[in-house]
């Protein structure tokens, strides 16, 4: 069915996909095309809200067109048009309290106390016992804050045998144990993928769940009721299952053992944009049934979600539909540089998070998640792009290091992460208050100006955002950029130098150390 909702004059669009956030706001000249019935590599969801109080929701993916001032939908599902005030947070809150209502939980709290640490850049897919261990002290050496540690792809045996490769981890469990007493929780990465020696691997299990006569029902399948082998970014396997409670089951078990055996603390769950494949990507274009029910691939995204959320330390970066839950999002893998997809999305792409109901949130590893570029010829780190990064960083819910700053960076510039690393800690306590009131009320934790400040023209400001009520950060986004243009909204405002501001346009300077944020005094 296709579904026609104009644009009115002066309103602006927001939603849809995190990821897609730099083409947005739409307007009444916008022109934009996307198929999240294909694909949702982010967070995403069928959900576009207005700055006049408008929102457009689905119950399930659809495909859209923006031209011609208008909103031209496809979905096999209905699409409405709701009304309910006159902002853009009148139509976020009115969308969430019909679609996706918080809970008042809150994650973790130790995701915002410090900054958390991934073995992902440093290593790739090559962790070692020495070489965490190493990481991990030398991040208390070097002056950060100890937080979480996440040990990425490349512990295990292989995709699917989930316990440590002892080639490379001779004793993990020590190893957690030093990791532990440094101050450290341990995750570690785990995808739904089954590859390990091959369908040898998959029969074992299968034999495995074989006396409670469930071995049939694990795995997805084709329509011969054969293990369905599928393609993903290291290869081909067998997907688990997780609308499949025995597959829940089975999985959960390997990943309560780590824990009981070696005193992991949870894990980071990936892979979850391969489970949102359109169906012709598996059999011939058509849909089919699996356990007796119609597949649903964004189904499969729904409930690896809510298989993880199991966990109390746990991570998401692909995930459809999942807002008001409590769960901890990161911005997928940004690249090292300035534009497309690197340090310029970084903001915006975590406001339009915030109004898909995604509070806690996480932005990508500072410098730069997208490991290709460590083997692009001739690339090197650009120092005042890894501490932009950081510095943009800090006011968020969560801050994520990768790359140590001590050995890609001068020592000059390391310090400098070093110092904002440190400031994240420091202002923890106030953010985890806004982000135990998000919980409840449901609002964003970062917030476009144009959310918080309606009707002043602030609808294409990307590069300021608000935490909370009363603070207000603008970091640096361009490189050599060493004085900055703020937008001050209404009211008295006093910077981290003690300067005071009204509202209006201001020219301040931005040298490389500066993070400059405002709070509101009245």
């Not at 999240?36 to 408008?54: F, I, M």
């Not at 019909?98 to 994650?107: D, Q, T």
């Not at 512990?155 to 080639?167: A, I, K, L, M």
């Not at 970014?233 to 025995?246: Q, R």
Request: proline share 5%; glycine share 8%.
């Amino acid at each position: 069915m296709t579904y026609t909702f104009k644009i009115l004059e002066n309103e602006y669009w927001y939603g849809g996909c995190c990821n897609e956030a730099t083409t947005q706001p739409y307007d009444v000249n916008s022109e934009f095309h996307h198929e999240y019935t294909h694909d949702v590599t982010t967070q995403g969801a069928p959900l576009y809200v207005s700055t006049k109080g408008r929102y457009i929701w689905s119950e399930d993916a659809f495909d859209v067109t923006v031209k011609n001032g208008e909103f031209i939908i496809e979905s096999e599902l209905e699409v409405t048009m709701n009304e309910d005030g006159s902002t853009l947070r009148d139509a976020y809150l009115s969308a969430m309290k019909a679609h996706f209502p918080f809970s008042g939980k809150v994650p973790e709290r130790d995701f915002f106390k410090a900054a958390q640490y991934n073995s992902w850049m440093e290593f790739t897919y090559h962790p070692t016992q020495e070489g965490i261990l190493n990481y991990a002290h030398t991040v208390i050496d070097s002056g950060f804050v100890p937080g979480i540690l996440i040990i990425d792809e490349g512990w295990q045996n292989n995709y699917g045998d989930w316990t440590f490769d002892s080639r490379k981890f001779p004793d993990p469990k020590a190893m957690v144990d030093e990791l532990h007493a440094l101050g450290f929780k341990v995750m570690l990465w785990v995808v739904p993928y089954v590859i390990s020696s091959g369908l040898k691997f998959i029969s074992q299990i299968r034999a495995d769940l074989n006396q409670s006569g469930n071995a049939s029902k694990t795995f997805l399948r084709n329509e011969k009721g054969e293990v369905s082998i599928q393609q993903w970014w290291n290869g081909y396997s067998a997907m688990l299952d997780f609308t499949n409670p025995v597959d829940c089951e089975f999985l959960e078990s390997q990943l309560k053992a780590l824990m009981e055996e070696y005193g992991v603390d949870g894990f980071k769950f990936d892979g979850g944009s391969r489970t949102s494949y359109h169906p012709k990507r598996f059999v011939n274009g058509s849909p089919r049934d699996f356990h007796g029910g119609k597949y649903s691939p964004l189904k499969q995204n729904e409930a690896w979600l809510a298989f993880g959320s199991r966990f109390a330390y746990h991570e998401y970066k692909d995930t459809f539909k999942g807002g008001g839950k409590p769960t901890v999002q990161r911005l997928m893998d940004r690249g090292h540089r300035w534009e497309k997809d690197g340090i310029n999305t970084i903001v915006p792409n975590s406001l339009v998070q915030g109004i898909l109901g995604h509070p806690f949130i996480c932005p990508d590893m500072i410098g730069g998640g997208e490991w290709s570029y460590n083997v692009k010829p001739g690339f090197h780190i650009d120092e005042e792009l890894f501490i932009r990064m950081a510095q943009a960083s800090v006011f968020f819910p969560m801050m994520q290091f990768s790359w140590a700053p001590w050995r890609v960076l001068s020592e000059e510039s390391w310090k400098i992460v070093a110092r904002f690393g440190r400031m994240h800690a420091e202002v923890a306590p106030e953010i985890i208050k806004i982000i135990e009131e998000s919980a409840v009320t449901g609002e964003p934790v970062l917030r476009f100006m144009e959310y918080q400040f309606p009707g002043n023209g602030y609808e294409k400001i990307l590069d300021q955002y608000m935490v909370g009520d009363d603070i207000l950060v603008c970091p640096v986004v361009t490189k050599g950029t060493f004085e900055k243009d703020v937008v001050i909204p209404e009211g008295t405002w006093v910077d981290e130098l003690g300067n005071t501001f009204t509202k209006g346009t201001h020219r301040i300077p931005t040298p490389i150390e500066r993070l400059p944020y405002f709070r509101r005094v009245k």
